[in-house]
């Protein structure tokens, strides 16, 4: 049964350090986006774990540039999707993207560029229709159909509910 939608923010971020030759480069003067962007990485998964049950973050697209093996990465493009049942959650959740992206670029000697978030909330009219999912028997998800104005992005979620008395 459908018991409700997430609430959704995404945000694009570009990550800019200094391309430079991997072999004559020391380590400790390296200004590589790619360390930045696997250190957002963690923190968007550690942020979505510490708002659980509901919390999601995904990275779901990463460019690097120049993009060659011997070089150090310049710059890094991704995109951050989190996900919260909880609208003040999701909040929280963005600010402390926002946060953690600031103090890695920092530590890294990086510039940042994070746009301003896109954020799906579901409408009261959708958030009507998938209650009518929960009093309906569970195969009633077939039978419902969601107009175009609904962003496709929405996922729902499922839970293993015992059918309606």
């Known amino acids: 049964m459908v018991i409700g939608g997430l609430g959704q923010k995404w945000f694009d971020l570009t990550l800019t350090g200094l391309e430079a030759h991997a072999g004559p480069t020391p380590m400790n003067l390296?200004?590589?986006?790619?360390?930045?962007?696997?250190?957002v990485t963690q923190a968007l998964n550690r942020i979505a774990f510490d708002h659980q049950p509901?919390?999601?973050g995904t990275v779901g697209c990463m460019t690097l540039h120049p993009g060659s093996r011997n070089v150090i990465p310049g710059q890094v493009k991704m995109t951050l999707d989190m996900r919260h049942w909880e609208p003040e959650a999701l909040i929280a959740m963005g600010q402390s993207v926002a946060a953690a992206v600031e103090e890695i670029c920092q530590r890294h000697g990086l510039t940042y560029e994070l746009?301003?978030?896109r954020i799906l909330h579901l409408s009261t009219s959708t958030k009507h229709v998938l209650m009518q999912c929960v009093r309906g028997p569970r195969n009633s998800i077939s039978r419902i159909w969601i107009s175009s104005a609904v962003p496709v992005t929405?996922?729902?979620?499922w839970a293993a509910l015992p059918p309606p008395r």
């Open 30 to 39: 390296r200004r590589d986006a790619m360390m930045g962007a696997a250190e």
């Open 54 to 56: 509901h919390g999601r």
């Open 154 to 157: 929405m996922r729902c979620l």
């Open 115 to 117: 746009t301003p978030p």
